[in-house]
């Protein structure tokens, strides 16, 4: 069975400083999908960074970018320049099919 | 152009009575997925649905939770006999046709408090 784990429960980080997030999962596919989503205190979900599995290329969104690394399963996400709107939960996700695995999460911080 | 719409927002059952959450899925998308969020937690899937037809529902519960997806109208999660558990933010999404790596696009999630 698929798991994703988020290996830090809460994180800070200065304002304008960049920061990563962990994220490592489980799979014996080859051919998958891994996002990064955004809750913010309004609890919406908001899709931040995808990834596709067969593409080495690390995938960047403006400030967003992921570093994934297939062989060990590891697909972190830095945020570049942290903004007080960066402040929410992050949900790292792995997609092989139809349903979404997520994990529990990590609630990030900002420091003005 | 609309997004997933969730209705209601917020809802209130007291113990014992049924609990309707409505979803209607972003314009051209045919597949419409459930998942649950308790406190503190990640989403957890529980249904994925086309258009009449049940796909995966092996992260529903077998007793008191239902869900449809009908020809016309919006897809309904129902579940019976609410008890103090059921307490959580329930978020539809939706994906198009050919979705296979697509995103999912998430509603705003409805709030599902039990008295």
């Known amino acids: 069975a698929q798991t994703v784990t988020q290996s830090q429960p809460e994180m800070s980080v200065q304002e304008a400083e960049t920061v990563t997030l962990s994220c490592t999962y489980d799979t014996s596919e080859s051919d998958y999908y891994l996002f990064w989503y955004k809750q913010p205190p309004s609890r919406q979900m908001i899709l931040v960074i995808r990834?596709?599995?067969?593409?080495?290329q690390n995938a960047t969104e403006n400030r967003f970018s992921v570093n994934f690394q297939k062989a060990a399963k590891s697909f972190s996400l830095k945020i570049s320049d942290s903004q007080l709107g960066d402040a929410a939960m992050y949900f790292c996700?792995?997609?092989?099919?139809?349903?979404?695995?997520f994990g529990k999460g990590t609630r990030l911080h900002i420091l003005p | 152009n609309a997004g997933v719409m969730q209705n209601p927002r917020h809802l209130v059952r007291r113990r014992g009575q049924e609990a309707r959450l409505r979803c209607s899925p972003m314009k051209g998308h045919s597949h419409v997925y459930w998942y649950r969020q308790l406190p503190e937690e990640g989403l957890k899937f529980m249904v994925y649905?086309?258009?009449?037809?049940?796909?995966?529902e092996s992260g529903m519960p077998k007793e008191r939770f239902s869900a449809e997806f009908p020809k016309e109208g919006p897809s309904i999660l129902r579940i019976q006999q609410v008890v103090r558990g059921d307490s959580a933010a329930y978020f539809c999404?939706?994906?198009?046709?050919?979705?296979?790596?697509?995103?999912?696009?998430f509603g705003d999630g409805t709030r599902l408090s039990i008295l």
């Open positions: 649905l086309q258009k009449e037809n049940i796909i995966d």
């Open positions: 990834q596709e599995a067969y593409k080495q």
């Open positions: 999404a939706s994906s198009p046709r050919e979705a296979r790596g697509q995103p999912q696009h």
């Open positions: 996700a792995y997609r092989r099919d139809d349903k979404i695995i």
